[in-house]
């Protein structure tokens, strides 16, 4: 009887195994493990500031070719995994090495300021040629500097002040730091002997200046109180007497 059942049944009738696919496997392509390589190779040398250059130029190439890798990567059947490590380690080498590039040439700028300022203190500006000489403090023409200061505007004043203010720092600095320099030494005599002059002058624009030449003039001053306190107001005093 069972025989009978099924030769008259139907073979559509009759169970069938389901039928089973599987994705073919990911593959991958040269341009996704040269992604790979180039950002693993570019973020070692990353850190090693002037010669991460060559990182950054691979981690440029390491972002293109993992964004060309994935731009093709489900038509081609192609992994993601490399070109996306690949992107990333190219962003993070880029981003680093800008910074350490960044960093060192603050520092060495910051260094070499330094070093200007202690190999080079006694380089200071002559005020336009109104005297030629620093190196004799009975040199200086006061009467043609109060003329000058007397012709100035206001908006030339606070210029001239400020540049002024920026030399008579460096030579109290130049002179703190070589206190046996006797040129540095008259060079400071000079510019407080003019600094009395412009402070005169400084009382009569007094009601003149606007708010904003004001507060860079407060500023101004404050430089140079700071830097008569390094040269030491007493010892002027009492050579200038």
């Not at 691979?58 to 060309?68: Q, R």
Request: hydrophobic share 40%.
């Amino acid at each position: 009887m069972s025989e009978d059942f099924f030769s008259n049944t139907p073979e559509s009738d009759l169970p069938t195994e389901p039928f089973i696919t599987s994705e073919p496997p990911k593959t991958t392509n040269s341009l996704a493990i040269t992604a790979l390589v180039l950002g693993i190779v570019g973020i070692l040398g990353s850190w090693i500031p002037i010669f991460n250059i060559g990182s950054i130029v691979m981690a440029i190439l390491a972002l293109i070719f993992g964004i060309i890798t994935l731009s093709k990567a489900t038509r081609e059947n192609i992994g993601k995994g490399f070109p996306i490590t690949g992107i990333v380690l190219g962003g993070l080498t880029l981003i680093i090495a800008i910074l350490m590039n960044i960093f060192f040439f603050i520092g060495v700028n910051e260094f070499s300021n330094e070093l200007t300022n202690t190999e080079q203190p006694a380089k200071i500006s002559d005020y336009n040629d109104f005297f030629d000489d620093f190196d004799d403090f009975d040199n200086f023409d006061s009467d043609a500097l109060a003329t000058q200061l007397a012709d100035m505007t206001t908006d030339e004043f606070v210029d001239y002040f400020h540049d002024f203010t920026d030399d008579y720092d460096k030579a109290a600095k130049a002179y703190q730091k070589n206190p046996d320099n006797d040129e540095l030494f008259d060079n400071f005599l000079t510019l407080d002997s003019q600094y009395d002059l412009i402070d005169t002058r400084l009382e009569e624009l007094e009601d003149e200046f606007s708010e904003e030449q004001k507060t860079q003039i407060d500023k101004d001053l404050k430089r140079i109180m700071e830097s008569t306190d390094l040269f030491g107001k007493d010892e002027l005093e009492n050579l200038t007497a």
